[in-house]
């Protein structure tokens, strides 16, 4: 029973945390790239009005925002968990081998890493993405006042 736990959560590990991050870094670059095309395409003389401009500028980058500020959480878990595993097995066999400490905390840092390896570029896409909001409604300021005077 000890035994079915523990191959379960080292797969949980594995599969479920790793996953997770894959999927994150996934939905970032896929959201990077339907922004881009949208910025591309927005024609803004279609804009009668800012706030509708800037509702669709800024249309789901949140969630590139959340996944940029929660991946190294969801690595921390992965870490955290991989940690309790490997003191789990060390309490359970009632030795202590350095080989296999070291290699359970190697193994359970590299969620950790993934966490960090996700969590970057999805930042750098939302302040990319962000600039280039800011840009286009300065673009549309710009209309608006010569269309005044």
Known sequence: MEGNFLSYAEEALDYGVMGILILMSV????????????YKSVRLDDYKHRDVLEID???????ISAI?????YVGLLGTV????????TMGDVGAVDAKKIMTGL?????ATAMGLIVAMPAIVAYTIVLRKVEKILTAYDVIQDTKEN
């Open 106 to 110: 190697a193994l359970a840092l590299k």
């Open 68 to 72: 940029g500020a929660n991946a190294p």
């Open 81 to 88: 968990v991989g940690i309790m595993i490997t003191f789990y």
């Open 27 to 38: 939905v970032t670059l896929w959201l990077f790239i339907e922004r881009m095309m949208f």
């Open 57 to 63: 500028l800024t249309d789901n980058i949140g969630v």
